[in-house]
Each structure stands twice: as structure tokens, then as C-alpha cells.
């Protein structure tokens, strides 16, 4: 599966973007999704998971009530709705996709699949 992701930009403390990752295959509700970012002199890290049919979702501690992981199995999209957006949320931020049998993953290890990565850098 190809991912491209798209809606990053340059924003003040407090506001919002959407982040969309759209995929190339046809059966993409059998793919678990997943955000990661990674900022400057960091490893990748988890954001936020989604299953299959989106009915699950997991956040990492810091952006839990910032942020909003959807998906549109019809449209094989995956979005990140985040608000509130601090300097701390400056990174590059990666969509990723996996097969694997679990119903989430927060593993980036896991994830066999990753998009090309979209710029947000949050200004103070």
C-alpha cells in the first residue's frame, strides 16, 4: 500500500491543523493505521492508532483531548484533527499501515507501511 500525507504548515500556539493520509489500496479497511512524528535530535514516536474499522483509538499521553484519529474506509483515508497545538508538537508527522492481527499497534515496529511524512511546526 502507498501512503501520501498531506495538511501540514506552519501554525501559531493554540491553533488547529488536519492531517489526511490517503491510501493506494483497494482493501484498506483491512490495514490498522497509526500517526507517528518525529521532531529534531528525537526518535519517531507514537501519536495516535486507529483500527480496522475505526471503532478503536489510542493516543499517547501528551496530545490525548488535542487530538483526533478518524478514518473514512470509503475514501481510504486516515485523519489527524489536532488542536491546541503547542511548540512541543513540532515534527515531522508520518501516517503508517500494518496487516498485523492485533487491533491496534503503537509500535512503530510493527508497521510495515509508512507515507512520505508532512511538515507541522507549531510557533510560539
Known amino acids: 500500500v502507498q501512503l501520501q500525507a498531506s495538511g501540514g504548515g506552519l501554525v501559531q500556539a493554540g491553533g488547529s491543523l488536519r492531517l489526511s493520509c490517503a491510501a493506494s489500496e483497494r482493501t484498506f479497511s483491512n490495514y490498522r493505521m497509526g500517526w507517528f512524528r518525529q521532531a529534531p535530535g528525537k526518535e519517531r514516536e507514537f501519536v495516535a492508532a486507529?483500527?480496522?474499522?475505526?471503532?478503536?483509538?489510542s493516543y499517547t499521553e501528551s496530545v490525548k483531548g488535542r487530538f483526533t484519529i478518524s478514518r473514512d474506509n470509503a475514501k481510504n483515508t486516515v485523519d489527524l484533527q489536532m488542536n491546541s497545538l503547542n511548540p512541543e508538537d513540532t515534527a515531522v508527522y508520518y501516517c503508517?499501515?500494518?496487516?498485523?492481527?492485533?487491533?491496534?499497534?503503537?509500535?512503530?515496529?510493527?508497521?510495515?507501511?509508512w507515507g512520505q511524512g508532512t511538515q507541522v511546526t507549531v510557533s510560539s
Open positions: 503508517a499501515a500494518d496487516r498485523g492481527q492485533a487491533v491496534l499497534s503503537r509500535s512503530a515496529r510493527t508497521y510495515d507501511y
Open positions: 486507529i483500527s480496522r474499522s475505526g471503532a478503536l483509538a
